[in-house]
């Protein structure tokens, strides 16, 4: 009879094979973790689970769900499906051969920071079944955070008009918290940014480097409060239009592009 145990490791979720495949032995009483399973299951190996929940952090590259399946007679038929709301997202039904395959997944097309539910099923050659359920979350790489988590257009120029209390809000780009965009019309006149709304010196801004300041140049200076310079990006006569401003922080960029 195969022996085949169990066990909860702390980076993930390991179905060992048994001792023959891991080269020791072991017992209940010497590993808490250890639970016995299905004796004739094969294994499945999801790396970084914790507490049921596998996040991966966001790629240009690219992200991926890796896993490994294991059987010491012979795998089978893997099913796997990643399902929001009771939705199918991804569904792969496949034949594994041989006895250990590393295989992986393209979860690049999820949404990035939601909930998705994954189901993991594996059957080998003589109909054993093993199976694995995990929440999966691809979130942003984590870094140093960015200075503001908002970010607003005012100005007669602008639609929000001198309305610091209410005014037009920046979108945050989702796979990279530097970078504000907003796409509004413009009309000849003044602009700045504020990193919030309220009452005029409430707290810091995003100025032009100097006073009407092209909206072609991307400088831009960080003044606190009402300390000034306030100084103020000039929409000319002629240059009215829809545009699409990013902000970008960590390259201290502002850049205006006409649609």
């Known amino acids: 009879m195969k022996n085949r145990i169990l066990q909860l490791i702390s980076s993930g979720y390991l179905f060992i094979l048994g001792a023959a495949i891991l ?79 590393y295989d992986t997944i393209d979860v690049s097309g999820l949404e990035l920071n939601t909930p998705y539910e994954v189901s993991i099923t594996l059957t080998d050659d003589s109909e ?19 200075p503001y988590s908002e970010i607003y257009i005012v100005g007669d120029a602008s639609p929000s008009g001198w309305n610091i209390g209410t005014p037009e809000a920046f ?48 400088d831009y200076i960080v003044t606190n409060g009402c300390d000034g310079p306030d100084n103020k990006w000039r929409v000319q006569a002629g240059e009215e239009g829809t545009y699409q401003i990013t902000i970008d922080l960590s390259a201290e960029m502002v850049t205006f592009v006409k649609q």
């Open 23 to 101: 080269g020791f032995s072991c017992s209940e009483e010497n590993y808490d973790n250890v639970v016995l399973d299905d004796l004739n299951a094969p294994a499945i190996w999801v790396d970084d689970i914790a507490d049921d929940t596998l996040f991966i952090s966001y790629s240009d590259a690219g992200n991926y769900l890796s896993a490994t399946y294991s059987d010491e007679t012979g795998l089978g038929t893997l099913n796997l499906s990643i399902d929001s709301t009771d939705v199918a997202i991804i569904s792969v039904d496949k034949q594994l051969e041989g006895t250990q395959v």
């Open 128 to 146: 054993n079944v093993q199976s694995l359920d995990f929440v999966l979350v691809v979130s942003l790489e984590m870094g140093p955070p960015a």
């Open 171 to 218: 979108t945050v780009k989702p796979t990279d918290s530097w970078v504000f965009t907003f796409t509004g019309s413009l009309t000849a006149g003044e602009i700045k940014f504020s990193t919030f709304a309220g009452d005029w010196c409430d707290g810091q801004w995003l100025n032009a480097s100097v006073a009407d300041q092209s909206i072609s140049v991307t």
